[in-house]
């Protein structure tokens, strides 16, 4: 027997929710992120359908940073940026996490840095030496 419905004002699927947050572009983008488990609902994987209300905790995972937000507000249909914003808070280690990985990749070295065109003779003649055994 299901359980109590909720108005739809107080509640809302969390892939359309993810998309009126702005934090996919497309639903469906916010569909496969959740069928992917790169999305939890208080600690849990859900499914695309599942419900989403005040208070909610969401973990989603972008790239190689996860973002932790609390759900302040519920929108069915996708508005503007401040629109957007309002919907949710993020939680303080969430920002801390971010800004440390932000400074750890401003202080490491950019991938490829060392490549400068093609190799040289005696580049390939390492090159050869490594493949060969």
């Known amino acids: 027997m299901p ?3 909720l108005p739809p004002s107080e509640s809302t699927r969390v ?4 998309w009126a947050a702005r934090f996919f ?4 983008a916010a569909t496969d992120a959740v069928d992917g488990g790169r999305v939890k609902l208080n600690g849990a994987s859900v499914k695309p359908a599942r419900a989403v209300k005040v208070g909610d905790r969401i973990d989603i995972t972008l ?3 996860t973002i932790t937000v609390v759900v302040t507000a519920i929108a069915e249909r996708r508005g503007s940026a401040e629109i957007a914003r309002q919907l949710y808070t993020e939680t303080d280690e969430s920002i ?6 932000r400074a750890t990749r401003a202080l490491s070295a950019t ?3 060392g490549l400068h065109g093609r190799p040289t003779k005696r580049d390939r003649r390492q090159i050869e030496r490594l493949q060969r055994g």
């Open 25 to 28: 572009k497309h639903r469906s």
């Open 63 to 65: 790239a190689d940073s």
């Open 15 to 18: 892939d359309k929710w993810l």
């Open 96 to 101: 801390e996490r971010r800004a440390s990985a």
């Open 111 to 113: 991938p490829g840095t």
């Open 3 to 5: 359980g109590p419905s």
